[in-house]
């Protein structure tokens, strides 16, 4: 090559690098559930129903088991939580059921927590929980009762215990899957209800003195 016909390399002009595109955050909504997300709600339980030891139950939960289920809540005034994607995924639930069925136990409810696996370590375990404390104290609740597997729930214990749950009992082998033996641990939470939830009893009592009055005769 001739030194004339010689030309330098030219480089291109460096280009600022472009900021990268961020991340989309995680962001969830917690509101009612309704019988919409009842499918969603049966896919996060049964995974753990199939793969963990955090629920005791052994076979998988039915929609019309959990139609019947939601129902019945419904019915006692038991808080349903759903927390939900910007597309309206469910990502995970909480709620709360009778804790004995005598109705002496009336105020005391068992809570049960239970998020999509990639929801896991974001925060969504204690958003639930605290809105699921606020729901059942406006619905004049006065004990959460937490029972938790004493193995491969420590994420579990720890959540409850940051929202003020206390431990007040311990019990080995009392449950059994996946061919080996469980214990559970049982922490409490007393709250302080927005209101007061009345007896059964008094329900009944109010019903048949409206009864009575609108049977009995005039006295003009």
Same mark, same amino acid.
């Given at each position: 090559?001739?030194?004339?016909?010689?030309?330098?390399?030219?480089? %291109?002009?460096?280009? %600022? +690098?472009?900021?990268?595109?961020?991340?989309?955050?995680?962001?969830?909504?917690?509101?009612?559930? =309704?019988?919409?997300?009842i499918?969603? #709600?049966?896919?996060?339980?049964?995974?753990?129903?199939?793969?963990?030891?955090?629920?005791?139950?052994e076979?998988?939960?039915?929609?019309?088991?959990?139609?019947?289920?939601?129902?019945?809540?419904?019915?006692?005034?038991?808080?349903?939580?759903?927390?939900?994607?910007?597309?309206?995924?469910?990502?995970?639930?909480?709620?709360?059921?009778?804790?004995?069925?005598?109705?002496?136990?009336?105020?005391?409810?068992?809570?049960? #927590?239970y $998020?999509?696996?990639?929801?896991?370590g974001?925060?969504?375990?204690?958003?639930?929980?605290?809105? +699921?404390?606020?729901?059942?104290?406006?619905?004049?609740?006065?004990? #959460?009762?937490?029972v938790?597997?004493?193995?491969?729930?420590?994420?579990?214990?720890? $959540?409850?215990?940051?929202?003020?749950? #206390?431990?007040?009992?311990?019990m080995?082998?009392?449950?059994?899957?996946?061919?080996?033996? +469980?214990?559970?641990?049982?922490?409490?939470?007393? +709250?302080?209800?927005?209101?007061?939830?009345?007896?059964?009893?008094?329900?009944?009592?109010?019903?048949r003195?409206?009864?009575? =009055?609108r049977?009995?005769?005039?006295?003009?």
């Amino acid at each position: 090559m001739l030194e004339s016909e010689y030309q330098p390399r030219r480089r %291109p002009p460096r280009q %600022p +690098l472009q900021p990268a595109e961020p991340e989309p955050g995680f962001a969830f909504e917690i509101r009612r559930a =309704r019988p919409e997300d009842i499918p969603d #709600i049966r896919e996060i339980y049964n995974h753990y129903v199939t793969n963990s030891v955090v629920t005791f139950d052994e076979k998988p939960m039915t929609i019309r088991a959990w139609k019947a289920k939601f129902a019945f809540l419904k019915k006692l005034g038991h808080p349903v939580l759903v927390a939900v994607s910007p597309s309206e995924q469910v990502l995970g639930y909480a709620l709360v059921q009778p804790w004995r069925p005598r109705s002496g136990y009336r105020f005391t409810v068992e809570n049960a #927590i239970y $998020l999509r696996p990639a929801s896991t370590g974001k925060g969504l375990g204690s958003a639930l929980l605290e809105s +699921l404390i606020s729901a059942s104290q406006e619905a004049g609740l006065k004990t #959460i009762i937490a029972v938790i597997s004493d193995s491969g729930a420590e994420a579990s214990l720890a $959540l409850h215990e940051r929202a003020g749950f #206390i431990e007040v009992g311990r019990m080995g082998g009392v449950g059994y899957k996946f061919n080996r033996s +469980l214990g559970t641990v049982t922490l409490q939470k007393t +709250l302080k209800p927005n209101r007061p939830r009345k007896s059964p009893a008094s329900e009944t009592k109010k019903r048949r003195t409206l009864s009575w =009055r609108r049977s009995k005769p005039s006295d003009a």
